[in-house]
């Protein structure tokens, strides 16, 4: 398994690479409006960037890319969705880790198989988890947060996107490494849970920065920690989890794919536009102000990194003790 490409086999990404070396990245063009599936609900992080990536693909191909909301089983539905969808370039996949990675190890069966069922086209961004508190929480710091939940064990609610998406197990990988137990309050996307956290229905999330900094610096929310090697630029005040515990790290990451068997010529100009779409200064310039930090690749490239993510999110998900029907 590990050895299949995820454009579906050697040949097709031999396929892609001659196309682009024959600069046939013009042959194809959309005829009708793209849909770009997100897996979660509007309003959350994923939601927010796959809207602004559509805005700017659509300016360049010529029509609109219209993002389409299928929120739940932690992206698998959108996912599945794509991976059954026509290869004809017109309709995408806005995935996530959580869909393209942590889910094969923590679903027991799944109705697509990312090694094969997807052709990568560009990773858009890495973004960085922000472990934030409801301000009535008497706590200021990971260390803080650490002792008040050992010393009431069982209750604390974290919430997060849903059971086995990236903030689920970004949180219960913390518990699980400063030996916690809180409970896990699932959402059907990270908004909402922000929502409720800061009306002080649960007490902590581990968020995608651009779902929660506005509360953060409006004083509605704490900032504890980012779940990140480094510390944020746009926060550099905000330590990171490893500072406390070393070692941790549970980065997010997303990128767009269409269904295994889309046309080369297809591949390349898709996947052209949207590398363009982030070198762009007002794309970039918005995506390094919500905290996330623009990874325009090649098909090949986003393949080789996915494959490298997999084993990664596998043992992040055996430490956190997650797992999901």
């Given at each position: 398994?590990?050895?299949?490409?995820?454009?579906?086999?050697?040949g097709g990404?031999?396929?892609?690479?001659?196309a682009r070396?024959?600069?046939?990245?013009?042959?194809?063009?959309?005829e009708?409006?793209?849909?770009l599936?997100?897996?979660?609900?509007a309003?959350?992080?994923?939601?927010?960037t796959?809207?602004?990536?559509a805005?700017?693909?659509?300016?360049r191909?010529?029509?609109?890319?219209?993002?389409?909301?299928?929120?739940?089983?932690?992206?698998?539905?959108?996912?599945?969705?794509?991976?059954?969808?026509?290869?004809?370039?017109h309709?995408?996949?806005?995935?996530?880790?959580?869909a393209?990675?942590?889910?094969?190890?923590?679903?027991?069966?799944?109705?697509?198989?990312?090694?094969?069922?997807?052709?990568?086209?560009?990773?858009?961004a890495?973004?960085?988890?922000?472990?934030?508190?409801?301000?009535?929480?008497?706590?200021?710091?990971?260390?803080?947060?650490?002792?008040?939940?050992?010393a009431?064990?069982?209750?604390?609610?974290?919430?997060s996107?849903?059971?086995?998406?990236s903030?689920?197990?970004?949180?219960?990988s913390?518990?699980?490494?400063?030996?916690?137990?809180?409970?896990?309050?699932?959402?059907?996307?990270?908004?909402?849970?922000?929502?409720?956290?800061i009306?002080?229905k649960?007490?902590?999330i581990?968020?995608?920065m651009?779902?929660?900094?506005?509360a953060?610096?409006?004083?509605?929310?704490?900032?504890?920690?980012?779940?990140?090697?480094?510390r944020?630029?746009?926060?550099?005040?905000?330590?990171t989890?490893?500072?406390?515990?070393?070692?941790?790290?549970?980065?997010?990451?997303?990128?767009?794919?269409?269904?295994?068997g889309?046309?080369?010529?297809?591949?390349v100009?898709?996947?052209?536009?949207?590398?363009?779409?982030l070198?762009?200064?007002?794309?970039?310039?918005?995506?390094?102000e919500?905290?996330?930090?623009?990874a325009?690749s090649?098909?090949?490239?986003?393949a080789?990194?996915?494959?490298?993510?997999?084993?990664?999110w596998?043992?992040?998900?055996?430490?956190?003790?997650?797992?999901?029907?």
């Amino acid at each position: 398994m590990r050895r299949r490409l995820l454009l579906g086999s050697v040949g097709g990404l031999a396929l892609a690479r001659a196309a682009r070396a024959q600069g046939t990245s013009g042959a194809w063009a959309p005829e009708r409006p793209v849909r770009l599936l997100v897996g979660f609900a509007a309003g959350g992080s994923s939601d927010v960037t796959a809207r602004l990536v559509a805005q700017a693909m659509g300016e360049r191909l010529g029509q609109p890319v219209v993002v389409e909301n299928r929120p739940g089983a932690a992206g698998n539905i959108a996912a599945e969705a794509v991976a059954r969808a026509a290869p004809d370039g017109h309709t995408l996949l806005f995935g996530v880790s959580s869909a393209l990675a942590a889910n094969r190890a923590l679903y027991k069966s799944l109705a697509f198989d990312t090694l094969r069922d997807f052709a990568p086209l560009s990773q858009v961004a890495v973004i960085p988890n922000l472990i934030v508190v409801n301000p009535a929480l008497p706590v200021r710091s990971i260390p803080e947060l650490i002792a008040y939940a050992r010393a009431n064990p069982g209750k604390l609610n974290y919430g997060s996107a849903g059971a086995g998406t990236s903030l689920h197990l970004a949180s219960a990988s913390f518990a699980a490494r400063a030996g916690l137990d809180m409970v896990h309050v699932p959402y059907r996307g990270g908004a909402p849970a922000a929502t409720d956290l800061i009306a002080g229905k649960i007490q902590m999330i581990a968020s995608p920065m651009v779902e929660v900094i506005g509360a953060v610096q409006a004083g509605q929310l704490r900032a504890l920690a980012v779940t990140t090697a480094k510390r944020s630029p746009l926060l550099p005040e905000v330590p990171t989890v490893a500072e406390t515990l070393p070692g941790f790290e549970v980065p997010l990451w997303n990128g767009i794919l269409a269904p295994a068997g889309t046309p080369p010529a297809a591949i390349v100009r898709l996947s052209d536009t949207i590398q363009d779409a982030l070198r762009s200064e007002e794309v970039r310039r918005r995506l390094l102000e919500q905290g996330s930090e623009p990874a325009p690749s090649t098909p090949e490239q986003f393949a080789d990194f996915i494959r490298a993510e997999i084993p990664r999110w596998a043992e992040i998900v055996r430490v956190s003790g997650a797992f999901a029907d």
